[in-house]
């Protein structure tokens, strides 16, 4: 079945112990993106890679990594979390010849 | 302006009838255009995609595009209770998908 896995679903932390949200899909899609989700501001993106060792910026990426060290992982860090990073959290990849993004179930992340 | 707006509603339409979304555009966006239908607590699934101007019908969704006046509307026939959701229109700069805020529908019996 043609998936893109998020652990974990649900996650509460403290302010600057570091995090890493794993993101896997078993798809052979090139493209693969991670967003959060806050009410009133929809879905934004944080960053995306194009391919193996190609990430970019998004339009939120502050106090967010990621590596893209082999196709199917894209896992997101977060070094040191702050309050303002609790969100949902969406990793997504995508069929370029498509245009369609298919997106993970989510990660509720909490950070106090 | 935003590279992609919609309405955040709630847009109440009754059962069987034609929800009607819409969603408005900026010349910073590429000319392809997704509607995404989101749950409560969900992931985001899409449900129409389109490309050039005019309609493009699949079972009870039908996506507008008008390029002159850009925007794009999504019209559900015979609304169910089951499409009660949140729309998310989304298209393209460059590499990044870009979405609106998202227009909740509620379809009540």
């Known amino acids: 079945e043609a998936q893109v896995t998020q652990n974990p679903r649900y996650l509460i932390t403290v302010t600057g112990k570091k995090l890493t949200v794993t993101c896997s899909q078993n798809?052979?899609?090139?493209?693969m993106s991670w967003y959060r989700q806050d009410p009133g501001l929809g879905l934004r993106q944080i960053y995306y890679?194009?391919?193996?060792?190609?990430?970019d910026k998004g339009d939120v990426p502050e106090g967010y990594k990621v590596s893209r060290k082999e196709k199917r992982n894209f896992p997101l860090i977060l070094e040191s979390p702050s309050p303002n990073q609790t969100s949902l959290y969406f990793c997504?990849?995508?069929?370029?010849?498509?245009?369609?993004?298919?997106f993970g179930a989510g990660t509720r992340l909490s950070v106090l | 302006q935003k590279e992609v707006e919609q309405n955040s509603g709630p847009l109440s339409v009754p059962e069987g009838a034609i929800a009607s979304l819409n969603c408005t555009y900026s010349?910073?966006?590429?000319?392809?255009f997704f509607w995404y239908r989101q749950y409560s607590g969900k992931s985001p699934e899409l449900i129409m995609s389109?490309?050039?101007?005019g309609d493009k019908e699949d079972g009870r969704f039908t996506a507008q595009l008008n390029k002159a006046s850009q925007y794009v509307s999504l019209l559900i026939r015979d609304s169910q209770p089951s499409d009660s959701a949140t729309y998310l229109c989304?298209?393209?700069?460059?590499?990044?998908?870009?979405f609106g805020t998202g227009t909740r529908l509620q379809v009540f019996p």
């Open positions: 997504a990849s995508q069929n370029r010849a498509k245009n369609i993004q298919y």
């Open positions: 798809m052979n899609h090139e493209y």
């Open positions: 890679s194009m391919n193996v060792e190609v990430t």
């Open positions: 010349d910073r966006v590429s000319q392809s």
């Open positions: 389109i490309y050039s101007n």
């Open positions: 989304a298209a393209y700069n460059t590499d990044k998908l870009i």
